[in-house]
């Protein structure tokens, strides 16, 4: 089944390209079925490339999609045109009264700040309470998924001595979980952070299980609520280019940066990258869409509570 998305969105036309079914909200109205609303708040600085690796991966489902994108209303995108942001997202204010049956909640470039410094903050908290009572389930990412766990359960972060940054293996730990229908003994996640969670910090909430993590990269994933909250530490949505961009760009800047982990074939920065996430990544979003979303969420999205 196609995705719906906001008409003439950029990531529409890009994806049509790589044979990815999707269609705009014109031709979706003329369907007789009710999709699942699905929100991403996207506090990435590069929406539209954060846009495509999320469409991309969510189009993998059979179930049809309505894709909404919300914005914080206390921080300004210096890196997307202004009319991109008016044409395609929105506030949270005004959506505030709105249910879906899933959301996402995307990474941002704030590790360095603690969490009340950062200009939003006051918001994001209302958007996690907000989130609790009006969608089905939540995908956490990266600093999302730190930040929330934070809000919610007390648990802090820890500076990293060095960026954890590259393609590291995650072990389920529980491999009848429905999320991890499908995976093999152990997966690929793509992490690009300066900051991580201890498990004992995770071990000591009994409301959190801690179901994936890598004697590298640590906690990989840990879920709340039954599944209505999944805090995902890495990147399973990243297209193959994103870890090499960054890292050309860091290098371009003459910041302190080593090769990613376990990405270039033969580790060679000059030959193209291996990717050995994508299936898992498109498991692990398909999987939390049937089980957690589709399967949960009631017909009826007032009943959502």
């Excluded at 999709?35 to 490339?49: A, G, Q, S």
């Excluded at 894709?67 to 202004?82: E, G, R, Y």
């Excluded at 410094?117 to 990412?141: C, G, K, N, Q």
């Excluded at 805090?231 to 760009?249: C, Q, V």
């Amino acid at each position: 089944m196609p995705l719906t998305l906001p008409d003439r969105l950029p990531a529409i036309e890009l994806l049509k390209e790589e044979n990815i079914f999707v269609i705009d909200s014109s031709r979706a109205h003329s369907q007789d079925i009710r999709p699942l609303r699905i929100v991403v708040l996207n506090l990435m600085p590069l929406k539209i490339t954060t846009e495509t690796d999320l469409v991309r991966i969510l189009s993998n489902s059979p179930l049809q999609l309505e894709i909404s994108f919300m914005k914080v209303k206390a921080h300004t995108s210096k890196n997307t045109p202004i009319e991109h942001m008016k044409a395609f997202y929105k506030d949270f204010e005004s959506m505030r009264d709105e249910k879906f049956d899933g959301m996402i909640i995307t990474g941002a470039p704030v590790e360095h700040l603690s969490y009340e410094d950062v200009t939003y903050w006051d918001e994001m908290m209302e958007i996690f309470d907000w989130a609790r009572t009006h969608v089905t389930s939540t995908l956490y990412i990266c600093w999302a998924a730190q930040a929330g766990l934070y809000h919610h359960y007390g648990i802090p972060k820890y500076p990293l001595s060095e960026k954890m940054f590259g393609i590291f293996p995650q072990k389920p730990l529980d491999a009848t979980l429905p999320i991890f229908r499908g995976f093999d003994d152990l997966f690929n996640m793509p992490h690009s952070r300066h900051t991580e969670l201890h498990r004992e910090d995770i071990l000591k909430v009994p409301e959190l299980t801690l179901i994936a993590e890598s004697p590298i990269s640590g906690v990989g994933i840990v879920m709340a609520r039954g599944g209505r909250e999944f805090f995902i530490t890495g990147h399973s949505e990243y297209a193959p280019n994103t870890l090499d961009t960054e890292y050309k760009r860091d290098l371009s800047k003459g910041l302190p940066i080593h090769k990613p982990h376990n990405y270039y074939t033969d580790d060679d920065p000059s030959l193209p990258p291996l990717v050995t996430w994508r299936a898992h990544g498109n498991m692990l979003f398909t999987n939390w869409l049937n089980y957690y979303v589709y399967q949960e969420t009631p017909f009826n999205l007032g009943d959502i509570h």
